[in-house]
């Protein structure tokens, strides 16, 4: 089955405790994202990468991490969390960058709560 | 910037009624593609429907259909027949080529039994 995988689904984390949120495809996708989904500010795109080892800043990258080592992985990390990155974290992939009329394929989501 | 929004926080339709979900946007492009997304309360980000700019003829799925004002830089969402499986946040999103989509910030439907 097609799809995007997140893990984990739930984290809850202190403050200053190193995590990774692991996003995988099988889609053999060029075009991979993450963003956080706040209430009343939709979605917001933190870091994407257009292929294996280019990477790139999206509009709220302040914080967050990530690499792209092999196609199908685009992990996020988070080197110190702090509690306003308290938010619902969706992984999305697209077949190409600039494949404007493709949809992206999201992953189900992943709540982080730090405390 | 692109920008997107949607001024309706929270909407609600009756069950089997007609209800348009608004969302405008700001671009100097003239070629586009405009998104409208649906994410039930299982958290899942779905297509719902997609329009081309250069295309003047509105998209339709099923009972889902755009009145896309190219001109007013407007994409409604026209949902028919509203079934309580509609109920969701929806985001309407916009992409030029090469750049990043650009979601607006959702509206919350509620659809009464």
């Known amino acids: 089955e097609a799809q995007v995988t997140q893990n984990p689904r739930y984290l809850i984390t202190v403050t200053g405790k190193k995590l990774t949120v692991t996003c995988s495809q099988n889609?053999?996708?060029?075009?991979m994202s993450w963003y956080r989904q706040d209430p009343g500010l939709g979605l917001r795109q933190i870091y994407y990468?257009?292929?294996?080892?280019?990477?790139d800043k999206g509009d709220v990258p302040e914080g967050y991490k990530v690499s792209r080592k092999e196609k199908r992985n685009f992990p996020l990390i988070l080197e110190s969390p702090s509690p306003n990155q308290t938010s619902l974290y969706f992984c999305?992939?697209?077949?190409?960058?600039?494949?404007?009329?493709?949809?992206?394929?999201f992953g189900p989501g992943t709540r982080l709560l730090v405390l | 910037a692109q920008t997107v929004t949607q001024s309706q926080p929270e909407m609600s339709v009756q069950e089997a009624e007609t209800v348009t979900l608004s969302c405008t946007y700001d671009t100097s492009e003239s070629d586009y593609y405009l998104f409208w997304y649906k994410q039930p309360p299982s958290r899942q980000m779905i297509l719902v429907i997609r329009?081309?700019?250069?295309?003047?003829q509105n998209a339709t799925e099923n009972r889902f259909s755009v009145n896309f004002q190219k001109a007013a830089k407007s994409f409604s969402l026209k949902i028919s027949d509203s079934q309580l499986g509609d109920a969701a946040m929806y985001f309407c999103?916009?992409?030029?080529?090469?750049?990043?989509?650009?979601f607006g910030p959702g509206t919350r439907l509620s659809v009464l039994p």
């Open positions: 999103a916009y992409r030029t080529y090469g750049q990043n989509f650009v």
């Open positions: 999305a992939s697209s077949p190409s960058p600039t494949g404007t009329w493709e949809t992206q394929y």
């Open positions: 329009q081309e700019a250069y295309k003047q």
């Open positions: 889609m053999n996708h060029e075009y």
């Open positions: 990468s257009m292929n294996v080892e280019v990477t």
